[in-house]
């Protein structure tokens, strides 16, 4: 069964440091996202991409946050300039095509952990 | 605005238990209603869904019913194996979106 998968599973990174956390969405799949989960807080939405751009974001993602689809099977998220705070684990999800808006399922990769120092 | 509130864990059981964890939302219109669970070392992973009023998800003995009425998803198994301990997050999509709202989740830990 195809899946999401995610790179690295784990990275720590000084404070300030530049970090590119990678997904490679289910291949049919034209809707992406990232999610992230702090530790002991819920799971919070980032961002959508379609069409290669940005559909929604959230207020957290902000100016240090990017997303980009460089090729046919990658989406990154970039963070700038990394905060202690910036400390979560990120979830990438995919979703298909839909015929109906948000009865489609999405689908999450296993988390990156960032831990950042 | 929209939330999704669901009990706190943890909640822990017997082997052949009975399990509920109540799962309530906040939004316009009728959006459609979810549960991923999380097993140990690993990512999130659709259970089950709903996505109108009165409709009834249902995957590896577990089930949910949207209820309008009450704005509830309440997740149950009738019969708990220890494999079941994981944690749960009942989640929305609202109409016209495509972006998930969690709740906290709920850890279950299900003993032998």
């Known amino acids: ?117 | 605005g929209n939330s999704v509130t669901q009990m706190e864990g943890p909640v822990t059981l017997s082997e052949e238990a009975f399990l509920t964890i109540n799962c309530t939302y906040t939004a316009t219109g009728y959006p459609s209603l979810f549960w991923y669970v999380q097993y140990p070392g690993e990512g999130l992973q659709l259970l089950l869904k709903a996505t109108k009023a009165d409709d009834k998800g249902s995957n590896k003995g577990f089930e949910a019913t949207y209820r309008k009425e009450t704005t509830s998803f309440h997740l149950e198994k009738g019969s708990v194996q220890v494999s079941d301990s994981a944690v749960y997050f009942c989640a929305m999509i609202k109409a016209a979106g495509n972006k998930l709202t969690f709740g906290g989740g709920t850890r279950v830990l299900v003993k032998p």
């Open chain 1, 1 to 117: 069964e195809p899946e999401v998968t995610q790179t690295p599973s784990h990275q720590v990174t000084q404070m300030g440091q530049e970090v590119i956390l990678r997904c490679v969405p289910i291949s049919n799949h034209l809707y992406f996202y990232w999610y992230r989960q702090i530790l002991g807080q819920k799971v919070e939405f980032l961002v959508s991409f379609y069409n290669n751009e940005i559909s929604e974001k959230s207020e957290i993602f902000d100016d240090q946050f990017s997303v980009e689809r460089p090729d046919g099977s990658n989406f990154t998220l970039k963070i700038r300039s990394t905060k202690l705070e910036d400390s979560a684990m990120y979830f990438c999800a995919s979703s298909p095509h839909h015929r109906g808006v948000g009865k489609e399922t999405q689908y999450f990769g296993p988390g990156t952990r960032l831990l950042v120092l």
